[in-house]
């Protein structure tokens, strides 16, 4: 299996900065909402994992990719257990084990049903009023915003021709905002950063719908 990620691994917490604010959002979040045990699926390089686990979350870093593991457990608090390699559309996990669950920048790579399918395993292993957490690219109403998110598209464009054509397809849709509105998820929050071009949101699965 290729590593999309191996080249792109070393270089990846270069955009840390420019997605700390959004980061910590996401953790003050997590506390908020009183989550225990959370899964970061697709957690990269771990930041958003580690900075969970220096606030005392119990936090599993979940991701496909070797290379963005390898970084991962370089950081404090990220090794052994706290780290899987795993499918995000297979999760290796039972039911109803995680009373948190973060994606970030990682729906907006995907095909549309391998994004429904990451949705769905999410539902699975959260707890029935676990907390599903967002991070992901949102289509700006402004001139700035506009002018921020073809910026990004370039950088999503050296990510590959699939990567790229997923990320098209995902904003043409209408972003972040249109997926989850689409999916059974009752938004309790919602904050965007970047000049409008990233969205958090906060989650919890709709009572009617058991998977
Ligand atoms: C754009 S990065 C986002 C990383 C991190 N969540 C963040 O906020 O910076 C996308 C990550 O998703 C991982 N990934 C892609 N497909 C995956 C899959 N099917 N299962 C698990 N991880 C996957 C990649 O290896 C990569 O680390």
């Known amino acids: 299996m290729t590593d999309d990620y191996a080249l792109?691994?070393?270089?990846?917490?270069?955009?840390?900065?420019?997605?700390a604010?959004?980061?910590?959002?996401v953790t003050r979040a997590v506390?908020?909402?009183?989550?225990?045990?959370?899964?970061?699926?697709?957690?990269?390089?771990g930041t958003q994992a580690a900075d969970l686990r220096r606030q005392g979350v119990r936090a599993v870093g979940l991701d496909l990719s070797k290379a963005m593991l390898a970084q991962a457990g370089r950081k404090a608090g990220l090794c052994g257990a706290a780290l899987v390699r795993g499918d995000a559309a297979r999760l290796?996990?039972?039911d109803a084990v995680f009373d948190g669950l973060i994606l970030s920048f990682a729906l907006h790579e995907k095909p549309a049903p391998v994004r429904r399918a990451m949705?769905?395993?999410?539902?699975?292993?959260?707890?029935?009023?676990?907390?599903?957490?967002?991070?992901?690219?949102a289509c700006p109403g402004s001139l700035a915003g506009r002018m921020v998110l073809a910026a990004l598209s370039l950088v999503e464009r050296k990510a590959g021709s699939e990567h790229h054509r997923a990320f098209r397809?995902?904003?043409?849709?209408?972003?972040?905002?249109?997926?989850?509105?689409?999916?059974?998820?009752?938004?309790?929050?919602?904050?965007?950063?970047?000049?409008?071009?990233?969205?958090?949101y906060e989650t919890v699965r709709h009572k009617n719908v058991s998977t």
């Open 21 to 25: 604010p959004a980061r910590s959002a």
């Open 169 to 200: 397809d995902y904003m043409n849709a209408g972003g972040t905002d249109a997926f989850l509105a689409s999916e059974n998820w009752i938004a309790l929050r919602r904050r965007s950063f970047g000049k409008g071009t990233v969205v958090f």
């Open 92 to 94: 290796p996990f039972p």
């Open 8 to 19: 792109f691994a070393r270089y990846y917490d270069f955009m840390e900065p420019w997605i």
């Open 119 to 137: 949705l769905a395993e999410a539902r699975r292993v959260l707890t029935p009023t676990g907390r599903l957490f967002v991070l992901d690219y």
């Open 31 to 45: 506390r908020a909402a009183g989550c225990r045990r959370v899964l970061d699926v697709c957690c990269g390089t």
